[in-house]
């Protein structure tokens, strides 16, 4: 039996990079998807958003094994998302600041032809160090967060802004790699 093609539904530059190590052969392919920024129901955001994009990717690739992703930020059940300026991503370091806030990412495997749809969410805990202004400013001259929920990365320059990580860390930066093997296995 051949096996499937395997296509991620993203974009995101840190979701090629977590997929490439678990050393699949895999292509990407988006398709145009209006994705939520709420929802009655925070948690539920991601896990919509990612639905949507790999069943937009399997209509056209039915035979293919499509995951999508989505990850939001949520700090006492609401959602930070991508900041829209600096001055915006400023004040969200300023409010993450000595706080524990949830990363919730939502991920869906979907495979039409074999009648595949999984969805699940991965939640890992981020406290933040207490930030002064100065280090958030020493924080943004080195990062280029505008295209990043909760405007930070753990994997640019963390170690000046968090304090600990409870949970999967590459969940944090976009895709839970622990889990996402797992269910890849059980395919095969």
Wanted: proline share 6%.
């Amino acid at each position: 039996m051949i096996p499937p093609s395997v296509l991620l539904a993203s974009e995101s530059p840190r979701r090629r990079e977590l997929l490439g190590r678990l050393g699949i052969d895999f292509k990407v392919e988006t398709a145009p998807v209006e994705e939520l920024t709420a929802a009655a129901d925070p948690r539920s955001v991601p896990l919509l958003n990612a639905a949507a994009k790999a069943a937009a990717v399997a209509e056209r690739h039915p035979a293919a094994v499509v995951i999508g992703a989505d990850t939001v930020i949520c700090l006492n059940g609401r959602i930070i998302g991508k900041p829209c300026d600096l001055e915006e991503a400023r004040r969200t370091l300023l409010e993450l600041s000595g706080v524990t806030h949830e990363v919730i990412t939502g991920v869906a495997l979907i495979c039409r032809n074999r009648g595949l749809e999984k969805v699940w969410s991965e939640i890992s805990r981020v406290t933040f160090k207490p930030l002064s202004p100065e280090r958030v400013d020493e924080y943004l001259r080195l990062v280029h967060v505008l295209d990043k929920a909760g405007s930070y990365a753990l994997q640019e320059h963390g170690a000046l802004i968090v304090d600990r990580v409870e949970g999967d860390p590459d969940n944090i930066v976009g895709l839970p790699l622990g889990r996402l093997r797992r269910e890849l296995a059980n395919l095969n």
